[in-house]
DNA sequence: AACTGTGAAGTTTTTCACAGCC
DNA sequence: GGCTGTGAAAAACTTCACAGTT
């Protein structure tokens, strides 16, 4: 797709390209500033306003050297001699992660794992606001949690279409999910976080992230009883 | 600590040293052994007994190339020509996590996401027996969740002493969370799985592992927007 | 003196590609 | 022909180490 001519690469087309169009930050960078943004923010909340990559590297457990490489995909954010001004960091963090807007989010499944999100503050607290809720359980239809009411599976394409709503948490049982993520997706649906424990199976601009606390447990038990280090 | 003189590793040493003590199969190989089990566990539910590295990718989305080589730190599960017999590697997949036992785990933290957890089905099914679940308020303290009682956080330390567990999930609020990591070390926990989105300072031979749905909808907020691939 | 941003070096992880076996 | 297990190659990621700045 980079590609002008049916022909492979050549240097030349790599630098012409690369003066047009900046490699991409990696993902796994951009996993990182989430965690950057969220310790900066606790430093603020404790009085401190100018921290360095060493500092902060500490809080985090991670190395010096990785932070400042991290940011430097973004820009010179730092002052050398000195650090970071944290708000002008979190500031542009956010402008980056585009947390400068109140992000709509809906959650489908009102079971114990869907409430447990709605009472969550930490979605509001982050710029997520839950704005519907949905299943197919025509007994959990009409109840509220947290002043959001559970709506019918059968309303929400419509519902996600008219509100223009781009996120979803699928937190419904395994078998469902699949078929759920092709109708949000249908919906306008962008970024799914899935609680189910399976792969769902999207198109290439479809962004998926998984929470799977019982393959985290699984992956810490093969340490269990091992002293063999 | 590998060096047994005070000089720095020569050839012949490390050779010596790779004898005696194979070298550990990597982490994040590790981490993904569980959603291998959970793959073939599924092929097994639909009837299907033998796959082969090109299946079980194409199921999870990554490269068959990947599977077999994370499989080869761990022996030779496969027949040339044929694949693997599921059957089997769920069976030797079960006995490098240590899932051929039932392991014993609290959950500290009645809130919406301790309850979440007590009336999840899949603990259970994956071999995970929720035991006590705990917490300060003495509102909560009484409680029973799914036939769980909610204990005091005082009595907290001898029980998981008493019983023996291993593994704790902590689902309180993020200012308690390193206190309460603490004193489960303190009663002999070691693997946590942390809901508070902080990370927790523990000694190298605990392991912690994180749930944090919110850096997850930051990571896909970033691609919101960017049609520049 | 303290700290950043960054090429270069080092390490880890993934993919390739193929000999060997069924 | 289909598939595994695996060295070798490639790619991705992290750390080093230092020039340059405050």
């Known amino acids: 797709m980079l590609q002008c001519t049916g022909r492979p690469f050549n240097l030349l087309q790599v630098h012409y390209i690369s003066i ?77 992660l585009q947390l400068n807007q109140e992000w709509e989010v809906v959650v489908i499944g009102a079971g114990h794992v869907g409430q447990a999100l709605v009472y969550y503050p930490g979605f509001a607290d982050s710029g997520f606001k839950i704005v519907g809720m949905f299943d197919v359980d025509p007994e959990k239809i009409g109840e509220e949690h947290n002043g959001i009411k559970v709506q019918a599976l059968n309303d929400m394409v419509p519902i996600i279409k008219r509100d223009g709503i781009r996120i979803a948490m699928i937190t419904t049982p395994a ?55």
Chains 1, 2 share one sequence.
């Open 20 to 96: 047009l169009m900046k490699p991409q930050p990696p993902d796994i960078v951009i996993g990182r500033l989430p965690m950057y943004l969220r310790a900066l923010e606790a430093m603020l909340a404790d009085d401190i306003d100018i921290t360095s990559s060493y500092a902060l590297g500490k809080r985090l457990g991670i190395s010096s050297a990785q932070i400042r490489k991290d940011l430097s995909h973004f820009g010179d954010f730092g002052k050398q001699g000195t650090g970071y001004d944290i708000r002008y960091l979190v500031e542009q963090l956010r402008i980056i």
């Open 175 to 229: 078998d469902a999910a699949q078929e759920i993520a092709e109708s949000l997706i249908d919906a306008g649906i962008i970024s799914i976080l899935s609680y189910a424990p399976l792969p769902l199976n999207v198109p290439d601009d479809i962004h998926v992230q998984y929470v799977d606390p019982i393959s985290k447990l699984q992956h810490m038990t093969y340490y269990l009883n091992r002293e063999d280090d």
